[in-house]
């Protein structure tokens, strides 16, 4: 490991067509790390990393990339996912990975060569004559995933790369992910999926309406906000939990519940509460969960948790 | 600019479009479609049949025997007379039905029933199983009309075969050029014109649509990003062009096998081709059109690949490609439709202008080369300028490509194309 910086941006603008997606945004990722860059749909995220990896061209700011001010002079270096995934379909999945390696600067021959080793690693070795589109989606996502490392980069950047996998291929991935990070290769790891940040991340920033609203460790972050949350156990008739003192807001499970507090909240006075409403099993005060962080945040009644615990901005039309 | 990633990029691209079965396809079909004619009108012109059967029934001319000996000449195929019966018109009303059932048992393909007429004297009707056959009319007819002429001009001291000859007679030409005078020049510089530019209007559209195609397919399934992370747009367009040009020479190249191969081993084993007056296919090509005609064709393949290219970077759907692509194919097709004008008129002002316009420059010039060659500055002032329209063109591609490949959703306005056009 060392403190360099992979990704330095200093106050990088990006429009378009007169809105800004991206606002003077200071953004420094260090190498060595698995790094969550975190943030709601929308909030400027896709946009930060086109820009730092040189597909768009800021509209002012600057970028270092690699110690690089031109992102597309060390493109050979990065590694990149993109969230809207695509393969060629009718294209033999072997050549598909040895072309995306070689415009990455590989020769064809090498190419061929990770190429096979990387299927071989994915298990899909038996099939590398297939035409992509006979396999299944996850099998395209994995197949995606080995596209952004194939050239061994430096810096590979993962932009929601959970989306779409089984349990199976998830506990996969993360254990490429993790030895991507032994190999001292930087990760970072763009996602609204915060579970997987708390369990991957040594690092986070958190961008909301294309602006750093929060940076630092996890740990470091958790505990610096205080700890102003309950977590309960309990069993109770739906609706118990509403209107308690001092509370601001309930994420209920039905046997468990986290509640958030406001800053000066009796817990005295919510316990005394909870045991005239429900049978109580567990009781105890708790750092917050990035989520809730990131709530705290960005929350203004406009970001909410879908079903399947991932963040939704809503975007004003 | 990265060339072993432009290689890449042309690589991929190559390979994509030869495995394509449409490329397939239309490689091999394509000569068999262009020679069919030739293959046909031969096909009917040797008029296949072993044996013609046929009777004479004369119904009140007299001429019965007049005619069976004009068909005894008959060479072209072979042709028994089976009987030549002079009849009254009653006697045919009764012997009709039982001559109908002499055709149907196959004892008589057909018979000739020749009857009198007021005006030319001779009024005749061939009553067959089968009266498809052009030859067997035609030849026919042609003598029928000989006894019918004869029988007219007879006492007047005129020659029937001198007046046959006259009614049949045809205007010679011999195209008079620089390279050597070449006697029956317009049918020559029609039929290998029309091939050509067939050829070329074809391919061309086809390119620019496979063009369109492909980088739709990489736009829609968002491969173009993870694609322009690692090459620059100049790269990708340059590997695009590269893949499409060596598409097209692979394209080329099978298609002249294929023309050798028919030419000189096909058709000579059919004996096809003989009844043309000794054709030969590699004699309508001389070696002068060829090489202006590979150099047009490469470069209206790029050119019109790269426009393709650019229209199709500004849309996310097909729908959305159609509709752009048709003011695309319009000058393709007035190309096409206006080389009939030039093969008529190559020296016309406004054939020597069109053939100057870039755009039209790879059908009109190939057609005025090949009918009337200009002046040698002519032909390269236009190939230059067809250079430069295509240099051009990459040019601007390559600046707009980086935004409009990105680009989502709402096709670009005008406006904001040269906006982009004016960041880049």
Request: hydrophobic residues 45%; glycine residues 8%; proline residues 3%.
């Given at each position: 490991?060392?403190?360099?910086?992979v990704?330095?941006?200093?106050?990088?603008?990006?429009?378009?067509d007169g809105?800004?997606?991206?606002k003077?945004?200071?953004?420094?990722?260090?190498?060595?790390?698995?790094?969550g860059?975190?943030?709601?749909n929308?909030?400027?995220?896709?946009?930060?990393?086109?820009t730092?990896?040189?597909?768009?061209i800021?509209?002012s700011?600057?970028?270092e990339?690699l110690?690089?001010s031109d992102?597309?002079a060390?493109?050979?270096?990065?590694g990149?996912?993109?969230?809207e995934r695509?393969?060629?379909?009718?294209?033999q999945?072997?050549?598909?990975?040895?072309?995306?390696?070689?415009?990455?600067g590989?020769?064809?021959?090498?190419?061929?060569?990770r190429a096979?080793?990387?299927?071989d690693?994915?298990g899909?070795?038996d099939?590398?004559?297939s035409?992509?589109?006979?396999f299944?989606?996850?099998?395209?996502?994995?197949v995606?995933?080995?596209a952004?490392v194939?050239?061994?980069p430096?810096?590979v950047?993962?932009?929601?790369?959970f989306?779409?996998?089984?349990?199976?291929?998830?506990r996969?991935?993360?254990?490429?992910?993790?030895?991507l990070?032994d190999n001292?290769?930087?990760?970072?790891?763009?996602t609204h999926?915060?579970e997987q940040?708390?369990?991957?991340?040594?690092?986070?920033?958190?961008?909301?309406?294309?602006?750093l609203v929060?940076?630092g460790?996890?740990q470091?972050?958790?505990?610096?906000?205080?700890?102003n949350?309950?977590?309960?156990e309990?069993?109770?008739?739906?609706?118990?939990?509403?209107?308690?003192?001092?509370?601001?807001?309930v994420?209920?499970?039905?046997?468990?519940?986290r509640?958030?507090l406001e800053a000066d909240?009796?817990?005295?006075?919510i316990?005394?509460?909870?045991?005239?409403?429900?049978h109580?099993h567990a009781?105890?005060?708790?750092q917050?969960?990035?989520?809730?962080i990131?709530l705290?945040?960005?929350?203004h009644?406009?970001?909410?948790i879908?079903?399947?615990?991932?963040?939704?901005e809503?975007?004003?039309? | 600019m990265?060339?072993?990633k432009?290689?890449?990029?042309?690589?991929?691209?190559y390979?994509?479009?030869v495995?394509n079965k449409w490329?397939?396809?239309i490689?091999?079909?394509?000569?068999?479609?262009?020679?069919?004619p030739?293959f046909?009108?031969?096909?009917?012109?040797?008029?296949?049949?072993?044996?013609?059967r046929?009777?004479?029934v004369?119904?009140?001319?007299?001429?019965?025997?007049a005619?069976?000996a004009?068909?005894e000449?008959?060479?072209?195929f072979a042709?028994?007379?089976?009987g030549?019966?002079t009849l009254?018109?009653s006697e045919y009303?009764?012997?009709?039905?039982?001559m109908?059932?002499a055709?149907l048992?196959?004892?008589i393909?057909?018979?000739?029933?020749i009857e009198?007429?007021?005006?030319?004297?001779?009024?005749g009707?061939?009553?067959?199983?089968e009266?498809g056959?052009?030859?067997?009319?035609?030849?026919?007819e042609n003598?029928?009309?000989?006894?019918?002429l004869?029988n007219?001009?007879?006492g007047?001291?005129?020659?029937?075969?001198r007046?046959?000859?006259?009614?049949?007679?045809?205007l010679?030409?011999?195209t008079?050029?620089?390279e050597g005078?070449?006697?029956?020049?317009f049918e020559?510089?029609?039929?290998?014109?029309?091939?050509?530019?067939?050829?070329?209007?074809?391919?061309?559209l086809?390119?620019?649509?496979?063009?369109?195609?492909?980088?739709?397919?990489?736009k829609s399934s968002?491969?173009?990003?993870l694609?322009?992370?690692?090459?620059?747009?100049a790269?990708?367009?340059?590997?695009?062009?590269?893949?499409v040009?060596?598409?097209?020479?692979?394209q080329?190249a099978?298609?002249?096998?294929?023309?050798?191969?028919i030419?000189?081993?096909i058709?000579p084993a059919?004996?096809?081709?003989?009844?043309m007056?000794?054709?030969?296919?590699?004699?309508?090509?001389?070696a002068?059109?060829?090489?202006?005609?590979t150099?047009?064709f490469?470069?209206?393949?790029v050119?019109?690949?790269?426009?393709y290219?650019?229209?199709?970077?500004?849309?996310?759907?097909?729908?959305?490609?159609q509709q752009?692509?048709f003011?695309?194919?319009?000058?393709?097709m007035l190309s096409f439709?206006?080389?009939f004008?030039?093969?008529?008129n190559?020296?016309?002002?406004?054939?020597r202008i069109v053939s100057l316009?870039?755009?039209?420059?790879?059908?009109v010039m190939?057609?005025r080369?090949?009918v009337l060659?200009?002046p040698?500055?002519e032909i390269?002032l236009?190939?230059?300028?067809?250079?430069?329209a295509?240099?051009?063109?990459?040019?601007?591609s390559?600046?707009?490509?980086?935004?409009?490949?990105l680009?989502?959703g709402?096709?670009?306005?005008i406006?904001?194309?040269v906006?982009m056009?004016?960041a880049a």
């Amino acid at each position: 490991m060392n403190n360099n910086a992979v990704v330095r941006t200093q106050k990088l603008v990006k429009e378009f067509d007169g809105v800004r997606a991206v606002k003077e945004l200071d953004l420094v990722i260090p190498a060595g790390s698995i790094f969550g860059l975190l943030g709601p749909n929308g909030s400027g995220k896709t946009t930060t990393i086109r820009t730092c990896l040189g597909v768009y061209i800021p509209d002012s700011g600057s970028i270092e990339l690699l110690g690089n001010s031109d992102p597309l002079a060390v493109r050979d270096r990065v590694g990149y996912l993109p969230e809207e995934r695509g393969l060629y379909p009718k294209m033999q999945v072997q050549e598909q990975l040895a072309f995306l390696a070689s415009i990455r600067g590989m020769s064809h021959r090498e190419a061929n060569g990770r190429a096979a080793y990387w299927l071989d690693r994915l298990g899909l070795a038996d099939r590398a004559k297939s035409a992509t589109e006979e396999f299944s989606k996850g099998m395209q996502q994995k197949v995606q995933f080995a596209a952004s490392v194939i050239h061994e980069p430096e810096v590979v950047v993962l932009d929601e790369p959970f989306t779409g996998l089984d349990p199976v291929n998830t506990r996969l991935l993360k254990e490429l992910i993790l030895e991507l990070r032994d190999n001292g290769c930087t990760v970072i790891l763009s996602t609204h999926r915060m579970e997987q940040v708390e369990a991957m991340c040594e690092e986070i920033a958190l961008i909301h309406q294309g602006e750093l609203v929060l940076r630092g460790g996890v740990q470091e972050v958790r505990a610096q906000s205080g700890s102003n949350t309950l977590a309960i156990e309990y069993e109770g008739a739906p609706g118990s939990l509403d209107n308690l003192p001092g509370v601001t807001q309930v994420h209920d499970s039905g046997r468990s519940a986290r509640l958030q507090l406001e800053a000066d909240a009796d817990t005295q006075q919510i316990a005394r509460a909870l045991f005239d409403r429900v049978h109580l099993h567990a009781f105890s005060t708790e750092q917050p969960s990035i989520e809730e962080i990131f709530l705290a945040h960005v929350g203004h009644g406009d970001v909410t948790i879908s079903e399947t615990g991932e963040l939704v901005e809503e975007v004003a039309s | 600019m990265n060339f072993q990633k432009v290689y890449a990029v042309a690589r991929r691209e190559y390979i994509a479009r030869v495995r394509n079965k449409w490329f397939v396809i239309i490689t091999l079909l394509f000569p068999v479609l262009m020679a069919a004619p030739v293959f046909i009108g031969s096909l009917i012109q040797r008029a296949d049949v072993d044996e013609v059967r046929i009777a004479i029934v004369d119904v009140g001319t007299g001429q019965a025997s007049a005619i069976q000996a004009e068909f005894e000449t008959i060479e072209s195929f072979a042709l028994t007379i089976s009987g030549s019966e002079t009849l009254s018109a009653s006697e045919y009303e009764s012997r009709r039905e039982s001559m109908r059932q002499a055709v149907l048992d196959e004892e008589i393909d057909g018979y000739v029933l020749i009857e009198p007429d007021e005006e030319l004297g001779i009024r005749g009707r061939y009553l067959a199983r089968e009266t498809g056959n052009l030859v067997i009319l035609g030849t026919l007819e042609n003598r029928v009309r000989r006894v019918a002429l004869e029988n007219y001009l007879a006492g007047s001291g005129l020659e029937t075969d001198r007046v046959n000859a006259l009614v049949s007679w045809d205007l010679e030409t011999t195209t008079i050029s620089a390279e050597g005078d070449e006697d029956g020049g317009f049918e020559r510089a029609y039929f290998t014109t029309f091939i050509l530019a067939m050829v070329l209007y074809i391919t061309v559209l086809m390119a620019g649509q496979q063009m369109g195609n492909s980088i739709i397919e990489e736009k829609s399934s968002r491969l173009i990003e993870l694609v322009l992370g690692a090459v620059t747009a100049a790269e990708f367009m340059a590997g695009k062009i590269l893949g499409v040009l060596s598409t097209a020479l692979t394209q080329l190249a099978a298609w002249f096998g294929l023309v050798m191969l028919i030419s000189l081993y096909i058709m000579p084993a059919l004996a096809i081709g003989s009844d043309m007056g000794d054709l030969n296919i590699m004699e309508f090509f001389d070696a002068g059109l060829l090489f202006y005609f590979t150099i047009l064709f490469l470069l209206g393949y790029v050119f019109y690949s790269v426009l393709y290219a650019v229209a199709a970077s500004t849309c996310s759907t097909m729908e959305d490609f159609q509709q752009m692509a048709f003011p695309l194919m319009m000058p393709v097709m007035l190309s096409f439709f206006f080389v009939f004008y030039v093969i008529t008129n190559p020296a016309a002002t406004i054939s020597r202008i069109v053939s100057l316009f870039p755009p039209a420059t790879p059908l009109v010039m190939l057609a005025r080369i090949n009918v009337l060659r200009p002046p040698l500055w002519e032909i390269w002032l236009g190939i230059g300028l067809l250079v430069l329209a295509t240099i051009a063109a990459v040019w601007v591609s390559a600046k707009v490509f980086r935004f409009t490949l990105l680009m989502s959703g709402k096709r670009p306005s005008i406006g904001t194309m040269v906006r982009m056009f004016r960041a880049a």
